[in-house]
């Protein structure tokens, strides 16, 4: 089967994007609607689905509402806008509308509280597995929604947080590997965090040319960018904000730089600041490290530098539901 760029690039010739109030369709993390004038609205939509992004036998109901949207709301974060409001779809089999259904509403009701979002409508039915489908809106000023398209050669890439830590939290759930003692390692699985507050303040301040969340894992969305900005990268191995792997998870193949350059679900914003600007960011914004990892090029590849300078062409591994 076609991958999920090809899908969407098909989509996307079949239906024409232009129209009054649209100022950018489908290609970026959400749409971008000019309503009147004063601000723009930034919408996207996100699916949830048993067996493909959750299992019911081994994720609490309560995780699973907060979860869906928390990685609807990133979409929004990653284009700098603040949250407004959502509307969720959800497809139910007849054994999930009672006590499974509270502990996902407590869930999202957490989320939604956290993030400063309500509820404004949406769809329910019944379905033979658990089916979310969440639409989210966003604000911001008008005109500062930070694209996928604007990085240039020169710019420096840089990335918030750790990488990895959602992938290796998934891997321990996976393997039941003493759970009890490893709660910290699964907290960015269960409960992942939206970067709404760094993406405001970088687009506030204008200091992110370009940006995405790293949803599907670094190499992939770092292919996103470099194909949205027609640019590739010299991604630095040495400086990636790695996750600590405890050695006896590095033993049955726990990598940390492998979970850091394909691990996907880590919701951290991956941006490139120019040069001229990158003197004024600083190490943390709300208590989020913020590191530099790399520098977009002309040359249309990305390309992995170890710490002898060796460079190898990195390959998009991260999540393709179309794979």
């Not at 899908?7 to 000019?34: C, H, Q, T, Y």
């Not at 939604?112 to 489908?133: E, N």
């Not at 170890?306 to 539901?321: I, Q, R, S, V």
């Amino acid at each position: 089967m076609a991958s999920e760029s090809t899908l969407i690039e098909r989509v996307r010739r079949k239906f024409p994007s232009a129209r009054a109030g649209l100022r950018v369709g489908i290609g970026d993390d959400a749409a971008v609607l000019r309503p009147d004038g004063r601000g723009d609205w930034v919408i996207t939509t996100d699916q949830f689905l048993e067996n493909v992004h959750f299992l019911r036998r081994i994720h609490p109901p309560r995780v699973v509402g907060y979860k869906a949207l928390a990685r609807a709301t990133s979409d929004v974060a990653a284009m700098g806008a603040g949250p407004s409001c959502f509307f969720l779809t959800l497809g139910l089999p007849a054994g999930s509308s009672g006590k499974w259904l509270d502990g996902f509403l407590d869930g999202m009701v957490s989320a939604a509280s956290r993030f400063g979002l309500t509820l404004a409508g949406g769809d329910t039915t019944k379905y033979p597995s658990v089916v979310i489908g969440l639409t989210v809106l966003g604000e911001t000023a008008r005109g500062r929604a930070i694209l996928r398209s604007g990085a240039r050669a020169g710019d420096l890439l840089c990335v918030s947080g750790r990488l990895g830590e959602a992938e290796l939290g998934l891997r321990l759930i996976l393997k039941k590997s003493r759970l009890a003692r490893r709660a910290r390692l699964l907290r960015k699985h269960l409960h992942p965090e939206p970067r709404l507050a760094l993406g405001h303040w970088l687009a506030t301040k204008r200091y992110a040319s370009s940006m995405i969340d790293t949803s599907d894992g670094l190499s992939t969305d770092l292919s996103h960018i470099c194909i949205a900005s027609g640019v590739g990268v010299e991604l630095w191995a040495e400086k990636l904000p790695v996750v600590g792997v405890p050695p006896d998870l590095r033993s049955v193949g726990l990598d940390p730089h492998k979970l850091a350059l394909h691990g996907g679900e880590d919701y951290e914003l991956l941006f490139t600041v120019a040069k001229g600007l990158a003197g004024r960011l600083p190490r943390r914004v709300g208590g989020v490290p913020i590191t530099v990892i790399g520098e977009m090029t002309r040359e249309k590849r990305i390309v992995l530098v170890d710490a002898n300078g060796c460079k190898t062409e990195l390959k998009p591994m991260g999540w393709d539901p179309f794979r």
